[in-house]
T-cell receptor
């Protein structure tokens, strides 16, 4: 299994600012994803973080709002740009390999509050 | 397209009694199915995974789930609930080649002393 860490674990930000969340995996993985969990809700996939190329975004999420980087096989960042109170959520990254199994493991999440 | 329906938003049981959390799935592919648990203010932990090797899957902490293709179900069970089982449980499907996970809406398990 993969062990995933995220930084920061939580933050309180002012509207209009941006926050970058880091995701570090303890081993090389083929898959990395970013999810959002709004208060009291389930998880929604934001995007697939592709190593060395632009991320693949899900419907309703755009690169200008959620730019993602993945410079190598163990690290990715998600930026939440020009924040509004509606962006207050938990942001989680997941990672895994496709061989021998496609199981994904999750980081502890970043709890973001926007005032 | 893949989808998951968790039939109960809340389940309440007494400590020591059985737990049943229900999940139905829809997939146009042969799916991988997962149960994840999220304790308050914690990340997601993998409980168990179905990969087509066996229809009855055993997971951590005494949980197990049975894959029933004819009923498109993947219900999670535990013979005897413990207070520490109180958490949010998510049924998840991964049915296509992109490996994206589709989450159910979640079931909050309450365990009464």
């Amino acid at each position: 299994s993969a062990v995933i860490s995220q930084k920061p674990s939580r933050d309180i930000c002012q509207r209009g600012t941006s926050l970058t969340i880091q995701c570090q995996v303890d081993s090389q993985v083929t898959m990395m994803f970013w999810y959002r969990q709004q208060p009291g809700q389930s998880l929604t996939l934001i995007a697939t973080a592709n190593q060395g190329s632009e991320a693949t975004y899900e419907s309703g999420f755009v690169i200008d709002k959620f730019p993602i980087s993945r410079p190598n096989l163990t690290f990715s960042t998600l930026t939440v740009s020009n924040m509004s109170p509606e962006d207050s959520s938990i942001y989680l990254c997941s990672a895994g390999t496709t061989i021998p199994t496609d199981t994904q493991y999750f980081g502890p999440g970043t709890r973001l509050t926007v005032l | 397209a893949q989808s998951v329906t968790q039939l109960d938003s809340h389940v309440s049981v007494s400590e020591g009694t059985p737990v049943l959390l229900r999940c139905n799935y829809s997939s146009s592919y042969s799916p991988s199915l997962f149960w994840y648990v999220q304790h308050p203010n914690k990340g997601l932990q993998l409980l168990l995974k179905y990969t087509s090797a066996a229809t009855l899957v055993k997971g951590i902490n005494g949980f197990e789930a049975e894959f029933k293709k004819s009923e498109t179900s993947f219900h999670l069970t535990k013979p005897s609930a413990h207070m520490s089982d109180a958490a949010e449980y998510f049924c998840v499907v991964n049915g296509d080649s992109s490996y994206k996970l589709i989450f159910g809406s979640g079931t909050r398990l309450l365990v009464r002393p």
